[in-house]
């Protein structure tokens, strides 16, 4: 098969679809492999890694999706990549369908094969290719999170740990899965105050035995989440629902319950998003 691997060229992604390694791999197994120029730039990799693993560097993104049986690459295609996707071409990648319905309408009337990332799951009902990634946004909404409640940056000028004398801060994350608790592993090791929220009451069992009771678990509810948010300094969207859209459970309405300059960050964006802002 002749495998294409484009530059990806969404806001702020740096990402590439696959590694030399992962090059090396599909080369070895007797696949083409076509690489854009400076594709693996952002993540570290020059194009000589990947033409040592077998890879034909192509100039322009147009010849490598006019080569590629495969397409593949970590985010959705967007609207300049659409005239690119052509009739029978696999795309392997983040795909996030719910909330794209124009990606999904070009997907169809293209006749494009889509194997969304997201929602593959292994013998055991996991999704292996989402979970690294929930993972590291899971760590990375507190140090994010953190970074915006500074005054500097328009927050509340609050420390997530507090220091001695000043109390720490109050963080809730919505949602118990990988990256509510990758969060959770975050924000208690930096000293805050957490509650997580999530509708599965057995979840939040295993929360509690996972943290020693070092976190505040709540049954969703919308009373419950009002009444979380109205003191929190940071609260996190970590809700999913695999291939749908993610529900709307911090509505426009509620956003006035918030203290002034808390931070919202809502992981769940891809699929949507859980807060309606």
């Known amino acids: 098969m002749k495998i294409g691997l484009p530059k990806e060229i969404k806001d702020n992604e740096y990402r590439v679809g696959l590694t030399p390694a992962g090059v090396q791999a599909l080369s070895d197994a007797g696949h083409k492999l076509f690489v854009e ?3 693996g730039e952002g993540s570290g990799f020059d194009d000589s890694a990947y033409t040592n693993a077998g890879a034909t560097i192509l100039d322009t993104a147009d010849d490598i999706w006019g080569e590629g049986d495969m397409i593949v690459k970590v985010k959705e295609p967007i609207a300049p990549e659409y005239p690119r996707m052509r009739e029978d071409q696999l795309l392997f990648t983040y795909l996030h369908l719910a909330p794209e319905f124009e990606l999904t309408k070009q997907m169809m009337e293209r006749r494009v094969t889509g194997v969304a990332y997201e ?17 590291v946004a899971g760590r990375m909404s507190v140090q994010v999170g953190a970074t915006y409640l ?3 940056n328009g927050g509340r000028g609050v ?11 109050d963080v809730v994350i919505i949602g118990g899965g990988v990256v509510g608790t990758e ?4 924000a208690i090791g930096l000293g805050a105050h957490v509650t997580m929220i999530d509708i599965d009451l057995e979840r939040l069992r295993e929360l509690d035995d996972i943290f020693l009771s070092k ?9 419950q989440i009002e009444e979380a ?3 929190a300094d940071l609260i996190i969207g970590a809700v999913l629902i695999p291939g749908a859209a993610a529900p709307k459970l911090i509505t426009r309405e509620m956003l006035k319950l ?8 809502d992981v769940a964006v891809d699929q949507g998003g859980c807060f309606e802002t």
């Open 119 to 135: 929602t593959i799951t292994d013998n055991r009902g996991t999704l292996p290719l989402l979970t690294p990634m929930s993972e």
């Open 150 to 152: 500074e005054k500097m």
């Open 37 to 39: 120029k400076s594709a």
């Open 229 to 231: 948010i109205s003191h």
């Open 159 to 169: 420390l997530l740990g507090g220091v001695p004398g000043v109390p720490a801060a």
């Open 215 to 223: 976190i505040q678990t709540l049954a969703s509810s919308r009373y």
């Open 258 to 265: 918030i203290p002034n300059g808390s931070v919202l960050v």
């Open 183 to 186: 969060a959770a592993k975050m």
